[in-house]
């Protein structure tokens, strides 16, 4: 599980963390604009735990400990919360690495468009 | 002279421009969980805005009320799950159907002169949330919830609340079917206040045992999360 997965090493060392971003902006939000997608995100997803194959909220969670102190510990919360839950849907197969990466690249395509 | 009034000096909050990858990832985590029928769009964005929309005020108010009134502090502990729909939280129906980890029971726990309560979740994050809302970060730590059950009154001292040997600790964890809350004691010269000036020193820390209320006192203890040191091995 604590392997390192190369999708998100890459943004791990590219350091967008909020605290460094609210700075550079001068932004006083205390957490990002996503935390309540991933807040909704996580509730989804344990809700259904029940029929599909995804990590139950106990399993989630302890993945999310074990994560958040070691491959992830140099990133704040909840960045480590949202790296750690894409690790475990990675490590568990629920989502290709390499689908993620196409997803990354086209998501942000798509945002950065004007 | 112009002709319209509107106030030209207001000035719009900073906001971050520019597009982090975390956002991305955020997206698209969510995407392909839809795309494989995991959720719906529907869910997410319902369990999304149940997320925005909850905080701490419905339980200050709880507690609040029940200083101000004995008959309703009676409720309180006896039957919480209808007391919590006077300050307009029906528990069993969330979000209009419930979220898997706040589906559960729920009890309200009361200081006494000789008794102070602090809640946890020993094994993961569990807490109040449709009353309380999301939880704080230190909340969610290996750190505080491994030492809490300990060591509590250390663990207490650290976000400030230093407590006498006569005052005992009742630490109460948290699981996925039992919810609680702290009711502390109203504190002294808070006598004749009125609910809203009640409520707002009845702050989430308060709620959840790591405070005691206090007039003139309405913001959190802020904690920096830290890893766990055994006393024995520490320092």
Not at chain 2, 76 to 105: I, N
């Amino acid at each position: 599980m604590t392997e390192r997965i190369d999708a998100l090493q890459a943004i791990v060392e590219r350091n967008q963390v909020w605290p460094r971003m609210a700075a550079k902006w001068g932004v006083e939000n205390p957490v990002p604009p996503w935390k309540t997608s991933l807040d909704g995100l996580c509730d989804a997803l344990d809700h259904a735990s029940c029929d599909a194959d995804v990590p139950n909220f106990k399993e989630r969670r302890d993945e999310e400990d074990a994560l958040s102190a070691t491959v992830y510990s140099g990133l704040p919360y909840p960045e480590n919360q949202l790296v750690s839950l894409a690790h475990s849907l990675v490590a568990r197969g629920i989502i290709d690495e390499a689908e993620l990466k196409k997803r990354l690249v086209s998501i942000r395509e798509r945002l950065d468009a004007l | 002279m112009t002709d319209h009034d509107h106030d030209h000096d207001r000035t719009v909050k900073p906001m971050v421009d520019e597009i982090t990858d975390f956002e991305v990832l955020e997206i698209a985590l969510r995407e392909l969980c839809i795309e494989k029928g995991i959720f719906t769009a529907e869910e997410h964005r319902r369990f999304t805005e149940f997320a925005e929309q909850i905080g701490p005020t419905p339980a200050a108010r709880l507690v609040a009320k029940a200083w101000l009134d004995p008959e309703f502090k009676k409720l309180d502990l006896a039957e919480p799950m209808t007391a919590r729909k006077e300050v307009g939280v029906d528990w069993m129906e969330p979000s209009s159907f419930g979220t898997p980890s706040d589906f559960t029971a729920f009890q309200i726990l009361a200081d006494t002169p000789t008794v102070h309560n602090v809640i946890v979740c020993a094994l993961c994050s569990c807490y109040p949330r449709p009353i309380l809302g999301n939880s704080p970060e230190w909340y969610r730590t290996p750190n505080y919830r491994r030492r809490m059950v300990r060591w509590p009154r250390q663990v207490l001292a650290e976000f400030g609340l230093y407590l006498s040997d006569e005052i005992s600790i009742r630490v109460q964890d948290s699981n996925q079917k039992h919810r609680f809350m702290v009711m502390p004691l109203q504190p002294e010269g808070t006598e004749g206040w009125d609910e809203d000036q009640l409520a707002e020193i009845i702050t989430r820390d308060c709620l959840i045992g790591v405070a005691l209320p206090k007039a003139g006192v309405t913001t959190n203890v802020i904690t920096e999360p830290r890893p766990a040191l055994h006393p024995g091995t520490a320092g």
